[in-house]
């Protein structure tokens, strides 16, 4: 920091520390008419430096979102899920980056931001479906928190998203199949060549387990004894290898019971997993046995994703395909059905509150409305 006297009046030199992204010094420099006493330039440079400990300050820069998003990426993702890391950088790199380019953050307004939620309004993916609003949300909240890193870094000072309005939620039809379809669905699979195949579909059906959860199952996580299976972890894909995490949520961490036949099925497959291994492929660890693994890899949920569509197809089953986390929906139907409570619905599904279980499936409860409304016919 500095004042140096001018001919005509005083310099103000101002140092604002290094940039961590340009690693080069930032600072503001003032002269000429807009300081003429050394009062002035005292003033201003209080100014500049109150304003600079208060985040207040917009400082000269050319950074663009790229530049930012790298700098999150590299101080701000250590504590991150690996799944929830890749999905960002999707976001950032499919989205985003494209459209602004090398924009400098201090060129984008709010205006720009409207903008850019009308482009993603119109924006087709490879499959040629648009985005949802759900999605749409999902990428203005990445920006806006870039924004938030932005400032709290002193890069700028003010966040163009902060007046944007979310996009409203457009409900989708849940998809789920009954026990009858079910059913005629396992009637599709060859038990014989691929034992493990009807098993994964019946505890998907059975525990509502999301497909995560399912493919990091090992058989230590079975208790035969207490019919239960303990979920305490996920898996996911990450640049074509399978990562092992913590659950989605805090809750996510529990024990789900099991019925008997399920708990005999599970058995039968654990006593021919290692045989079934050997006569199908040369090496596999047989300490680090998952209770899905129907190879030397670890086992894929889009594996288990693609083979529903197949086996309808292939055998011509009178029933519509659904996506494998249907599963988990169907299991909660079927629990709506026996009349379980909401709140021991929770507890099995892993839900973090029971409003995320009853916004979810709470259509689903017909015949507790119909009960509901008969009892009124008796007051009047």
Same mark, same amino acid.
């Given at each position: 920091?500095?004042?140096?006297?001018?001919?005509?009046?005083?310099?103000?030199?101002?140092?604002?520390? *290094?940039?961590?992204?340009?690693?080069? @010094?930032?600072?503001?420099? %003032?002269?000429?008419?807009? %300081?003429?006493?050394?009062? @002035?330039?005292?003033?201003?440079?209080?100014?500049?430096?109150?304003?600079?400990?208060?985040?207040?300050?917009?400082?000269?820069?050319?950074?663009?979102?790229?530049?930012?998003?790298?700098?999150?990426?590299?101080?701000?993702?250590?504590?991150?899920?690996?799944?929830?890391?890749?999905?960002?950088?999707? /976001?950032?790199?499919?989205?985003?980056?494209?459209?602004?380019?090398?924009? $400098?953050?201090?060129? *984008?307004?709010?205006?720009? *931001?409207?903008?850019?939620?009308?482009?993603?309004?119109? #924006?087709?993916?490879?499959?040629? !479906?648009?985005?949802?609003?759900?999605?749409?949300?999902?990428?203005?909240?990445?920006?806006?928190?870039? #924004?938030?890193?932005?400032?709290?870094?002193?890069?700028?000072?003010?966040?163009?998203?902060? +007046?944007?309005?979310?996009?409203? /939620?457009?409900?989708?039809?849940?998809?789920?199949?009954?026990?009858?379809?079910?059913?005629?669905?396992?009637?599709?699979?060859? &038990?014989?060549?691929?034992?493990?195949?009807?098993? #994964?579909? @019946?505890?998907?059906?059975?525990?509502?387990? +999301?497909?995560?959860?399912?493919?990091?199952?090992?058989?230590?996580?079975? !208790? #035969?004894?207490?019919?239960? *299976?303990? %979920?305490?972890?996920?898996?996911?894909?990450?640049?074509?290898?399978?990562?092992?995490?913590?659950?989605?949520?805090?809750?996510?961490?529990?024990?789900?019971?099991?019925?008997?036949?399920?708990?005999?099925?599970?058995?039968?497959?654990?006593?021919?997993?290692?045989?079934?291994?050997?006569?199908?492929?040369?090496?596999?660890?047989?300490?680090?046995?998952?209770?899905?693994?129907?190879?030397? &890899?670890?086992?894929?949920?889009?594996?288990?994703?693609?083979?529903?569509?197949?086996?309808?197809?292939?055998?011509?089953?009178?029933?519509?395909? /659904?996506?494998?986390?249907?599963?988990?929906?169907?299991?909660? $139907?079927?629990?709506?059905?026996?009349?379980?409570?909401?709140?021991? /619905?929770? @507890?099995?599904?892993?839900? $973090?509150?029971?409003?995320?279980?009853?916004?979810?499936?709470?259509?689903?409860?017909?015949?507790?409305?119909?009960?509901?409304?008969?009892?009124?016919?008796?007051?009047?």
């Amino acid at each position: 920091m500095a004042i140096n006297k001018k001919t005509n009046g005083y310099k103000v030199d101002v140092s604002l520390g *290094i940039d961590p992204i340009t690693k080069k @010094q930032r600072r503001i420099r %003032v002269s000429g008419k807009k %300081v003429r006493t050394k009062q @002035q330039a005292q003033k201003l440079e209080a100014k500049y430096l109150r304003l600079h400990h208060e985040n207040k300050l917009d400082t000269p820069s050319n950074l663009s979102l790229t530049d930012i998003y790298e700098f999150y990426e590299e101080r701000h993702t250590k504590n991150l899920k690996p799944s929830y890391i890749k999905s960002q950088e999707r /976001i950032f790199k499919v989205y985003v980056e494209p459209y602004f380019k090398d924009t $400098a953050i201090s060129k *984008i307004k709010f205006t720009q *931001i409207r903008d850019f939620q009308n482009h993603l309004l119109s #924006f087709k993916g490879e499959k040629k !479906d648009r985005l949802s609003h759900n999605t749409i949300n999902m990428i203005l909240l990445h920006i806006n928190k870039l #924004f938030q890193i932005a400032i709290r870094e002193g890069f700028t000072n003010s966040n163009p998203c902060l +007046r944007i309005e979310k996009l409203k /939620i457009q409900k989708k039809d849940m998809s789920f199949w009954t026990v009858e379809e079910f059913k005629i669905f396992l009637s599709g699979i060859d &038990k014989e060549d691929k034992p493990f195949l009807s098993l #994964f579909y @019946q505890v998907a059906f059975l525990t509502g387990m +999301r497909a995560g959860e399912m493919i990091a199952l090992s058989w230590n996580d079975i !208790d #035969f004894t207490r019919s239960e *299976i303990r %979920v305490n972890k996920s898996a996911t894909q990450i640049k074509g290898e399978y990562v092992t995490t913590e659950p989605k949520t805090k809750n996510s961490n529990r024990y789900i019971t099991i019925n008997k036949n399920l708990l005999t099925a599970l058995n039968d497959w654990k006593n021919k997993q290692q045989q079934y291994l050997i006569d199908h492929f040369q090496s596999f660890d047989s300490e680090k046995l998952l209770v899905f693994q129907y190879s030397e &890899k670890h086992p894929s949920s889009g594996f288990f994703s693609k083979q529903i569509k197949k086996i309808i197809l292939q055998n011509e089953l009178d029933i519509k395909p /659904i996506r494998l986390h249907d599963f988990r929906h169907s299991h909660v $139907a079927l629990l709506i059905h026996n009349n379980e409570e909401p709140t021991k /619905i929770k @507890q099995r599904l892993g839900h $973090a509150s029971i409003t995320t279980t009853i916004d979810t499936y709470g259509h689903l409860y017909p015949n507790a409305q119909r009960s509901m409304s008969d009892k009124l016919d008796d007051i009047i």
